[in-house]
């Protein structure tokens, strides 16, 4: 393996891991409990010069360049550091400490250099560009031509001025993204809403006065508090009937990232801004909107907003009949008061009740972790003929992952799954999938490993963790993608997984979610933690039909936050000048008359899909689109009279989930559908059709 100094374990006091060729751990894993934060630096270190060396010998080789000399070559490179990279980030985002965090602060900006040079590296671009498809097959020319997008997106035919300005732009925005990320969860962990007495606690049903209970004996605290961990602030949001607490709670939480100090992002968002608009200018592109859809299956911003604009109509006007109907709830209960943003959650579930005759409480003792893991599972079963096997002698960065073998139908193994399903003051907010390690033919059969982390709250003394049915479509969610990676199906690295168009990335994920949604799902794993009973039909038929309960308003803040993603990417010449984002904000949401009683789903000083990184930048809207996709996927199933139906599965595994990104999305959706999508499906889902 490139960079390694040894072809034996060195296992004295201190030796660093990540200088040994292998690891003898289970399944190739991190040994964990034996990687310090000092470690990192210097693998890295080496790891780059390895690198370095590897792309130096493929840009000067004195034979002419073919697809074997320089774009596999390209490919094999680099094992050193994407060993010591996927460790160090995958650890860094899910149990981070303040030693990972002053190596993620000094490796971000290194690691945006290196990148930079190896694309604007003008010896090496000459070489990919003179590689001649002729002979080649699909897979390869379909690497060819990635590589050939990469470099000349990265600035590989600009003057050499430019070139150093767009290198130094990208190591800048790398700084500013980790001290993004740092600081909301800063501000994430810094905060306590006390509950003293049972004033306090008032309105909270068991399994979150056991949730926040815990809480506060984790940080060392008696009594109850409220985190601002999404486990906790939004069922308190939901059930709480302090309205004041509500209000604090809530105000805490659309304040992260802009309350002052050093853990402000206001001015890393605006110099964010400013850079990247300035670097889109500098590769052709009137937008750093532009430049980022001209990537994707949208492939402008304009198909993008229209998207987002023909949803915004119906689902505003939702909206706003769910407004009316909590305010006269409000007022029936004698409130004197216009229904504010921290009450929607608290009366919608009233509503809820009322109208269906249904309440969170009520579901959750239903959707037990393990059953809700165990209905993920058997779907993949019947889906993909996949089997998992639990293991528990496999090395682990916290106590709380777990490790599951994942087998074909044939009994051959396919990778190893992790599941790290807990919150924690050490890990970043929210739910994603990564690998420690992706599929690839090229270097050998290496067989994925695939993390899933989620931020569900723990259960009490003897008791499981239970999900709101909310929680249960995040793993479903996350899951899918997981199962993107660990079907990939590929030769070439750089086509594996979820390494496909960003618009494309969550249609497995999303179309996942839909099996949760079954009563034939639901019927077999839906089932009591205490008596194993299944959940009783009528409540499982009165859950399916508020599915689209309150969906005027998880449209609005979805949306909301998509348009304005966008806007601010679309803003060329206000960012590079200097833009106030908030104030963009303000404004932004006062041209398309969002509703005062909702805030966005993500507010720009904690929006961390798009200034933590460029994953997600101008690119939000993506879940939507996504969502169209989902929506028409899932109906070839009804179509076909059986939602497991194996042809159709078959496909889908085939053109979805194990293609990576051998194919164009447009081509790979086409593929497994026939045809591309229309809009209705989605509609219909979100139940806006009549709106």
């Known amino acids: 393996m490139a960079g390694s ?25 991190p040994p964990f409990e034996r990687i310090a934060p000092e470690h990192y630096e210097p693998a890295f270190a080496e790891a780059l010069t390895a690198h370095e060396a590897e792309i130096a010998a493929i840009a000067r080789d004195p034979a002419a360049p073919t697809f074997a000399n ?71 020319r ?40 740092q600081n909301l969860l800063a501000d994430e962990s810094a905060f306590v809403l006390p509950l003293e007495g049972e004033a306090d606690l008032a309105g909270l049903p068991p399994f979150l006065r056991t949730a926040a209970a815990r809480a506060a004996a984790e940080r060392g605290l ?48 605006a110099e964010t801004m400013r850079l990247r608009a300035e670097r889109a200018r500098l590769l052709g592109y ?7 859809l001209a990537d994707t299956m949208a492939q402008t911003p304009e198909a993008a907003m229209a998207l987002l604009r023909d949803v915004w109509g119906p689902a505003r006007a939702r909206a706003a009949a769910e407004r009316d109907r909590l305010q006269e709830m409000v007022r029936r209960e004698g409130g004197n008061f216009d229904l504010a ?39 993949a079963q019947r889906l993909f003929g996949l089997s998992f096997e639990e293991v528990s002698d496999v090395p682990r960065y916290h106590p709380d992952v777990r490790a599951w073998v994942v087998r074909d139908s044939d009994g051959s193994e396919i990778g190893l799954f992790l599941g790290d399903y807990f ?23 290496v ?105 005027g308003f998880a449209t609005v803040e979805y949306t909301a936050s998509a348009i304005v993603d966008l806007d601010l990417h679309l803003a060329q010449q206000e960012a590079e000048a200097g833009l106030d984002v908030p104030a963009f904000e303000a404004e932004a949401l006062r041209r398309i008359a969002m509703p005062a009683e909702i805030s966005m789903r993500h507010r720009s000083p904690h929006f961390a899909h798009i200034f933590s990184g460029e994953g997600y930048a101008a690119g939000y809207y993506s879940y939507l689109w996504s969502e169209v996709l989902d929506a028409d996927a899932f109906d070839a199933f009804r179509e076909a009279g059986d939602i497991f139906d194996p042809a159709t599965a078959g496909r889908l595994r085939e053109f979805v989930y194990g293609a990576g990104n051998l194919r164009d999305a447009r081509e790979a959706y086409t593929a497994f559908r026939g045809r591309l999508p229309s809009i209705e499906p989605l509609l219909r889902k979100r139940g806006l059709m009549a709106a």
């Open 5 to 29: 100094t040894t072809e034996r374990q060195d296992t004295r006091p201190g030796a660093n891991p990540f200088a040994e060729a292998s690891w003898t751990t289970p399944f190739g894993l």
């Open 70 to 140: 320089t774009v596999a070559a390209l490919e094999r490179s680099g094992q050193a550091l994407k060993r010591v990279g996927a460790t160090f980030f995958n650890v860094a985002g899910s149990h981070t400490n303040p030693d990972l965090q002053a190596v993620e602060r000094v490796m971000a900006p290194r690691l945006a250099r290196h990148r930079s040079a190896l694309f604007l590296n003008p010896d090496l671009w000459a070489r990919v560009s003179a590689v001649s498809e002729e002979g080649l097959s699909a897979e390869e």
């Open 142 to 181: 379909r690497v060819l031509d990635r590589y050939r997008t990469l470099f000349r997106r990265a600035g590989a035919d600009l003057a050499p001025a430019d070139k150093e300005r767009v290198a130094a732009i990208n190591a800048r925005l790398a700084e500013l993204g980790t001290r993004f990320s």
């Open 222 to 269: 008696s009594g109850h508090v409220i985190t601002l961990s999404r486990s906790l602030i939004e069922p308190f949001l939901v059930f709480s009937t302090r309205r004041d607490l509500r209000e604090r709670a809530y105000t805490a939480w659309i304040r992260r990232g802009e309350n002052g100090g050093e853990t402000d992002n206001r001015a890393i968002i």
């Open 286 to 292: 009137e937008s750093y909107a532009a430049f980022k």
């Open 341 to 379: 943003a921290w009450d929607w959650r608290h009366y919608a579930e009233k509503l809820r009740k009322a109208e269906h005759d249904l309440d969170e409480g009520e579901i959750k003792p239903y959707l037990p972790l393990d059953g809700v893991i165990a209905a993920s599972f058997d779907t």
């Open 423 to 445: 919150a924690r003051a050490s890990k970043r907010s929210g739910a994603w999938m990564s690998a420690f390690r992706s599929q690839e033919r090229l270097t050998g059969e």
């Open 447 to 551: 067989k994925p490993i695939i993390v899933n982390v989620m931020n569900f709250a723990k259960g009490g003394e003897d008791e499981p963790a239970l999900l709101s049915f909310d929680d249960a479509r995040t793993l479903f969610h996350e899951f899918g993608h997981a199962l993107h990676g660990l079907l990939s199906d590929v030769t070439y690295p750089l086509l594996a997984g979820t390494a496909v168009a960003g618009d494309f990335v969550e249609l497995p994920s999303q179309l996942y979610e839909h099996w949760l949604e079954q009563p034939q799902v639901l019927r077999a794993h839906a089932r009591h933690y205490r008596t194993a009973e299944p959940m009783p039909e009528a409540l499982l038929q009165r859950m399916l039909a508020a599915r689209t309960f309150n969906q």
